[in-house]
């Protein structure tokens, strides 16, 4: 009996233990099932928010077909001028959208500065394609995809920056919102620009473009003025280092502008630019054999042309050397030297400076031709002597002036850097060139242009004032005034246009607003700015080889006119 409890008990306590085994089994085989049914849950999960996903880029964000890239613009120095930015625009498909009120009213939310009657005419049409909103900004963007819209979507798609805005608004041009070159270099280059590859480098330095821009606006704001353009060339390889044009405008903000700030002043505008033409009529009579410099013109009386009788302004009303003529910018002087060399000739000269012909080859999209054609009669001749009766761009003229002071080589103007399409031919001696900036290095020291002189940067100059043509007629109280710069004179290298269109005196020019009163100072301002970013070193202008090879004799000599 004590046998069979002992047996008993033992095979009770092994079945507990069993039973407690399998308890435990069957919990581990639980958990483990839970384990595996959570796994299948978390892999559903991410299956479905992949598929989501993938749906959703499919639906709210589609790549359309899109124009390739476009290459950078950078400037001599490589500086990046124009690039593409990533954006992305809104599109809808009318026909996918049920509830287009509902999804105007959202969209709207979002972007308030859109027309709510006609984002819903758009939405409600029966096309299958019509533009939402152009150029959506990221923060944007992630709004309208929350919204989970049927039937609108974002086109992923680059858009054209300017990094430097206004500054170089009217060199660069501006693309359409499909990135298409539409005026400046962006137009003349669409080409090439279209897709992938190595940026196009200009002449342009970014640098000297800024500060023209800025000192030049500063004049027009001072002188109220209706508008000016500053140009800058390299007289040796013909390479424009600046180019600016007031009014201005903003590249990214092209519908906004007016279609004043729109025209481009140095290469669409044509303008009779007065006295400064005076150094191609010096140029002229010099080449004729006709005129030396040591000759002297009685500069006392007015000369009749036609129903007009042209004097000086604030003349000396006595006999003029040549250099005093140049220096002083008499009209008489200039018309005395036209009558002794003959008409034909200052017409030729014009001809082979370039300033009949287009600028054949430069890289702009947008050039005006010079009104000068024509056989000229005398009275012409004798007008265009001093500046009047010909009309011509900024370009046009600083390519002539290049070739008149760097030796005599017409060089086409480029807007590339390097020049790869150098073309070169000479067009005056080297005996002309060195007599002219010697005159124009003698005008910015005691002449009229004195006011653009830089103290050791050498600077030769040469103002102009002309009446500006309105309707066909000079307007009496409207002129442009002008100042033609070179640096360093006794090397040239860089050469300077400005005109200001209509400024007004100041108190402080005393009420005068001609080109030696306000546009000379920006020259100077210019100059000394940009001088030693071009690596144009100031010298001693009193040294004694410089002193001797800008020497010339100004004076009008009493007894060279006693004896003949």
């Known amino acids: 009996m004590t046998v069979t409890t002992l047996k008993s008990t033992a ?61 950078d613009i950078v400037d001599r120095n490589g500086s990046i001028l124009a690039t593409n ?18 999804v105007a009213n959202k969209i709207h939310k979002i972007f308030p500065e859109l027309d709510k009657k006609k984002l819903l005419n758009k939405l409600q049409s029966q096309k299958s394609f019509v533009w939402v909103k152009r150029n959506v900004t990221p923060a944007q963007q992630q709004k309208f995809l929350q919204l ?30 499909d990135m298409q070159g539409r005026s400046g270099i962006e137009r003349f280059f669409d080409k090439e620009l279209v897709g992938y590859g190595k940026p196009l480098a200009l002449s342009v330095d970014i640098r000297v473009q800024n500060i023209v821009h800025e000192v030049l606006g500063e004049a027009i704001k001072t002188f109220s003025a209706e508008g000016g353009t500053a140009v800058m060339i390299d007289v040796e390889s013909g390479e424009i280092i600046a180019m600016v044009s007031f009014p201005d405008f903003d590249p990214h903000m092209v519908t906004q502008n007016s279609k004043a700030a729109m025209f481009n002043m140095a290469t669409q ?31 006392t009386k007015a000369i009749k042309i036609g129903k007009f009788r042209v004097g000086d302004y604030r003349g000396k009303n006595r006999w003029l050397s040549v250099p005093e003529i140049f220096i002083y910018s008499s009209n ?37 031709q010079p009104s000068l054609t024509g056989h000229w009669s005398e009275a012409r001749a004798l007008t265009a002597s001093y500046g009047y009766g010909v009309a011509t761009t900024p370009l046009h003229f600083l390519r002539a002036l290049a070739a008149v002071v760097n030796g005599g080589k017409l060089i086409n103007p480029t807007f590339v850097k390097g020049n790869p399409g150098r073309i070169e031919q000479r067009v005056i001696s080297e005996k002309t060139s060195r007599t002219i900036r010697k005159l ?67 108190k402080e020019t005393h009420g005068f607003s001609t080109g030696g009163w306000t546009a000379a100072p920006v020259a100077a301002k210019i100059i000394e700015q940009a001088g030693p970013l071009l690596g144009v070193l100031p010298v001693d202008e009193n040294d004694e080889v410089i002193q001797k090879a800008m020497y010339v004799k100004v004076e009008y000599d009493n007894e060279k006119r006693a004896l003949g």
Request: hydrophobic content about 40%.
């Open 269 to 299: 505008g044509i303008y009779e630019l007065g006295s400064i033409f005076k150094v191609f009529t010096t140029v002229a009579a010099f080449e004729s054999g006709a005129v030396k410099l040591s000759d002297q013109f009685d500069a």
């Open 148 to 177: 989970g819209l049927v039937g609108v979507y974002i086109e992923r798609s680059e858009k054209r920056a300017y990094i430097h805005g206004r500054t170089t608004g009217h060199l660069l041009g501006f693309t359409s919102i």
């Open 332 to 368: 008489i002087g200039a018309m005395k030297m036209l009558l002794e060399m003959g008409k034909d000739k200052l017409q030729e000269t014009y001809q082979k400076l370039g300033l009949f012909e287009p600028l054949v080859g430069l890289e702009f999209g947008e050039i005006a």
């Open 11 to 71: 095979h009770d306590r092994f079945a507990a233990h069993s039973n407690m085994l399998l308890d435990y089994a069957n919990r581990i085989y639980l958990i483990a099932a839970l384990v595996v049914v959570l796994i299948l849950l978390v892999c559903g999960r991410l299956f479905l928010l992949v598929q989501v996903s993938a749906y959703s880029k499919d639906t709210a964000v589609r790549e359309l077909e899109t124009v390739a890239s476009r290459r």
């Open 440 to 506: 124009m290095y003698k005008a910015a020291l005691q002449g009229t242009s004195r006011r653009s002189r830089v103290n050791g940067y050498m600077v030769g100059g040469k103002t102009g004032s002309a009446n500006k043509i309105i309707d066909g007629k000079y307007d009496k109280k409207k002129h442009l005034a002008s100042v033609t710069t070179i640096f360093p004179m006794n090397k040239p290298r860089y050469a300077m246009l400005i005109t200001l269109d209509a400024p007004q005196g100041t």
């Open 85 to 102: 930015l990533m954006t992305g625009s809104l599109y809808a498909n009318p026909k996918e959208i049920t509830n287009p009120r509902m």
